[in-house]
């Protein structure tokens, strides 16, 4: 890990998170398959209809949520009561690409078996996108999944708004069937694919919540989700789980464990090299913990296929802490879609957790914990290492196994932390405990420093210990 960069406020690294996601959007002519390139024409926007009008012209974007029929009986739900319902999960929200679109002809466009002759988002619209997945962030809502229809609007949406998405012809099951426990997914459709799908119209840019039900879905309320940076009335104590490479050999799981008082988000990965067993043993123990104060989120086994194989390399030979290159795109879809488990839950801190062969210093990494040069991240991990040689490592295992917390040099390239701290502006940390010890004395310390180190960072924590 290379020096990380000066502190960075959180408004900071959400406009950083933004750059992320627009530097991204380059890659749609392959990911999404369709362009923005060349001079833009006249805007069009959709009317709730789904047809088009004249970029300027006015659509009916609601002032307050839409509340189902069913549910005017009861009480209008109130944006708040929207809000609170996505931030604390098993809800499917529906979202209506921006309302400004250009017609782009084919010799503008990458890729125009796929895109020529649809209309693309406006440079306003491709804004608007991004400030969608800036407002999910802001809810911190537990997203997922992201499915957009095939058509260019939606999808371009989706990559913007929230990066890796599937693409699905029929809506029914996406709208129909509840997401993982205590997630969000989301859906990316433009009118004319929602008619029929949903209680009401939907106009363009605004986003729809349901509830999936024995009945079907029941629709909460909609809302432009620009305003959603006010916040929401937090959740109580929410424990959720999606899985990441579904369906793949790859496919591993992504933990969240929220609390209804606020604090600090932090990210905590494990099991990055398959054969440092107590990274990803502590990282499981953690995921039992109850979260008193903000957001824990746990991605406990990074790499299913190395750990079932016990090596470091995938089958190609391929270090996985070495495929988040600065400035390009992580090269390996794993790597991607763990890039961008940090980018969508917009984290304080970021803790990788790993074992090594030999201690620091004396031809090994063990006993130390690398930082990305955030001056407040050190002074809280030099305490932390303090605490651990006072209280953890017993007195028959020191010098020699004495904790240290490491400035990082820059090497090697290539490891997530570094490209999270370079790109994204989040202090991170790459903790090593040494395999000269036994394997549950290894677990052990590492647990010790990860619960310190959270504790110390503002997640208060009942390890029940």
């Known amino acids: 890990m290379p020096a990380g960069p000066s502190p960075t406020g959180s408004d900071d690294r959400a406009i950083q998170r933004r750059r992320v996601l627009a530097a991204s959007a380059g890659a749609l002519a392959g990911i999404a398959g369709c362009s923005t390139l060349g001079a833009e024409t006249p805007a069009t926007a959709e009317t709730a209809s789904g047809s088009p009008t004249p970029d300027g012209a006015a659509t009916a974007t609601p002032d307050r949520p839409t509340e189902s029929r069913a549910g005017r009986d009861e009480g209008t739900a109130t944006p708040r009561d929207l809000r609170t319902a996505l931030a604390a999960g098993d809800v499917v929200a529906v979202l209506r690409p921006p309302a400004g679109q250009e017609e782009l002809a084919a010799s503008d466009l990458v890729d125009t078996d796929a ?13 608007d996108a991004r400030a969608v997945g800036t407002a999910f962030a802001a809810l911190d809502a537990p997203v997922e999944q992201v499915v957009a229809t095939a058509n260019c609007p939606a999808r371009e949406t989706a990559w913007l708004a929230f990066g890796a998405h599937s693409v699905a012809d029929d809506l029914a099951e996406p709208l129909a ?17 929602l008619a029929g799908q949903l209680p009401e119209p939907l106009a363009a840019g605004t986003c729809a919540v349901l509830s999936p039900g024995e009945d079907g879905p029941e629709l909460v309320g909609s809302e432009d989700p620009r305003s959603w940076a006010d916040g929401a ?23 969240r464990r929220r609390s209804s008082t606020d604090g600090p988000r932090v990210l905590v990965l494990g099991g990055i090299h398959g054969d440092e067993v107590a990274g990803y043993r502590a990282v499981e123990a953690a995921s039992t913990w109850s979260v008193e104060a903000g957001t824990l989120v746990l991605v406990p086994r990074a790499s299913e296929q190395t750990i079932a ?3 470091r390399t995938d089958r190609a030979g391929r270090d996985l802490n070495r495929q988040f290159p600065l400035d390009r795109e992580p090269r390996t879809a794993l790597a991607r879609e763990l890039y961008n488990v940090v980018v969508r839950h917009d984290p304080d801190l970021v803790l990788d957790m790993h074992s090594s062969q030999g201690v620091w210093n004396e031809g090994g990494f063990g006993q130390a914990v690398f930082h990305s040069g955030d001056p407040a991240l050190a002074a809280t991990l030099e305490r932390v290492v303090e605490e651990v040689n006072e209280s953890v490592v017993p007195p028959s295992r020191q010098p020699d196994y004495r904790y240290e917390a490491v400035e990082s040099d820059g090497s090697p390239p290539g490891m997530l932390a570094t490209k999270v701290a370079e790109e994204l502006g989040v202090p991170a940390a790459l903790h090593e405990v040494t395999e000269e010890v036994p394997l549950e004395t290894q677990v052990e310390w590492s647990t010790a420093v990860l619960a310190r180190v959270l504790e110390a960072r503002g997640v208060s924590l009942d390890t029940g210990g």
């Open 115 to 127: 895109c020529g002759g649809e209309r693309t988002l406006s440079s306003g619209g491709r804004a």
């Open 177 to 193: 069937q509840p997401p993982g426990e205590g997630a969000v997914r989301v859906v990316v459709a433009p009118g004319e694919r």
């Open 309 to 311: 194989r016990d090596r």
């Open 233 to 255: 009335t937090p959740p109580p104590l929410r424990r959720s789980r999606y899985d990441i490479r579904a369906g793949t050999p790859e496919a591993t799981s992504v933990f």
